[in-house]
């Protein structure tokens, strides 16, 4: 059995609150389409940024857009197949994860932030160069509202972190599931249609894991 946790803190203002979960799962091929979104690979491509994402953190904006992108499409051709991969992971949080994308609907994919790659990344490096326990409070004592507010982030703001050991898709459909997270946050955070910037980081962990950060942002104005 292989660990993953997954983590979420969100942060408007006046309100902040983090979510811990930890799901354990046999070593096991993760299933995928066997073809890419174009309209979803085109879209991240055509980013500013992109080019400075890493191979691992460019499979996490896709994946996220994906969903984002056609929320039915993600049930059917990501969740559906790893919930048979997965058995353990049908749980009542996969049954209400399928209400939700379906009543969330199509949303706008995500634009990346310069800022906000800078952002996450500058968080997973740190947290790995220990390597630390996963936190959204950085290894100086740095909590995240305050490293928002110094990258220029004055709105609204958002964080999902993911420590795993199999497969990036794997670690993204983790955050969407939330199980055991009765306030599902990283669920929320990710189908927030105010949320609407992105910036991805990804570290090596060591032992064989990898380390996901996630910093959403709506539009600044």
């Known amino acids: 059995m292989r660990r993953i946790l997954a983590l979420c803190l969100l942060f408007l203002p006046f309100i902040s609150f983090s979510q811990i979960s930890t799901v354990e799962l046999m070593v096991r091929p993760v299933p995928k389409p066997a073809t890419l979104d174009e309209t979803v690979d085109n879209w991240d491509r055509s980013l500013?940024?992109?080019k400075n994402l890493s191979g691992e953190a460019k499979a996490v904006l896709y994946w996220t857009n994906y969903c984002r992108n056609d929320p039915q499409k993600f049930w059917d051709s990501i969740a559906m197949p790893l919930l048979v991969t997965f058995p353990n992971l049908k749980t009542s949080e996969s049954r209400s994860l399928k209400a939700d994308l379906l009543k969330a609907g199509p949303?706008?994919?995500?634009t990346l932030s310069n800022t906000l790659i800078g952002t996450s990344q500058a968080h997973a490096n740190d947290i790995c160069r220990r390597p630390s326990p996963p936190s959204h409070t950085s290894t100086n004592g740095t909590d995240f509202g305050t490293r928002m507010k110094n990258a220029g982030i004055q709105y609204c703001a958002s964080e999902n972190m993911s420590l795993g050991n199999q497969d990036v898709l794997l670690s993204v459909?983790?955050?969407?599931?939330?199980?055991?997270?009765?306030?599902?946050?990283?669920?929320?955070?990710?189908?927030?249609?105010?949320?609407v910037e992105i910036g991805v980081g990804y570290g090596d962990y060591g032992k064989g894991q990898f380390f996901i950060v996630e910093d959403f942002a709506c539009a600044q104005r």
Do not use: Q, V
């Open 48 to 50: 500013p940024g992109y």
């Open 107 to 110: 949303l706008p994919m995500f």
């Open 173 to 195: 459909f983790l955050l969407y599931l939330d199980i055991n997270l009765p306030e599902l946050g990283h669920r929320k955070t990710l189908l927030n249609p105010a949320l």
